[in-house]
């Protein structure tokens, strides 16, 4: 599943580890969105960690999740749609 993560942080240094840590999940497509293909339990596991990373009160995360179906009726405009990887590499 296609999980898109949407972020709003005013504090440079949260929002710079921020962005490092989401590095590790999926692809920045804009400053502050990332697309991550990953499993619901790894979504949830996610929310959790991004949940200790931000300060609630001045923050604002955002987590979309988007099903394989759905995948097929993206629009994009200047940039690629977004390509699920490959279920297996040959080596």
């Given at each position: 599943?296609?999980?898109?993560?949407v972020y709003d942080?005013?504090?440079?240094?949260?929002?710079?580890?921020?962005?490092?840590?989401l590095e590790g999940y999926?692809?920045?497509?804009?400053?502050?969105?990332?697309?991550?293909?990953?499993?619901?339990?790894?979504?949830?596991?996610?929310?959790?960690?991004?949940?200790?990373?931000?300060?609630?009160?001045?923050?604002?995360?955002?987590?979309?999740?988007?099903?394989?179906?759905?995948?097929?009726?993206?629009?994009?405009?200047?940039?690629?749609?977004?390509?699920?990887?490959?279920?297996?590499?040959?080596?």
């Amino acid at each position: 599943m296609l999980v898109l993560v949407v972020y709003d942080i005013p504090d440079d240094r949260r929002r710079t580890k921020l962005s490092k840590f989401l590095e590790g999940y999926g692809t920045r497509v804009q400053l502050s969105v990332f697309e991550c293909f990953i499993s619901l339990e790894e979504m949830r596991q996610l929310y959790e960690r991004v949940q200790k990373r931000v300060n609630p009160d001045e923050d604002n995360v955002r987590f979309y999740w988007i099903s394989k179906e759905n995948m097929g009726r993206t629009l994009s405009i200047g940039g690629e749609i977004p390509q699920s990887p490959p279920n297996y590499i040959v080596i």
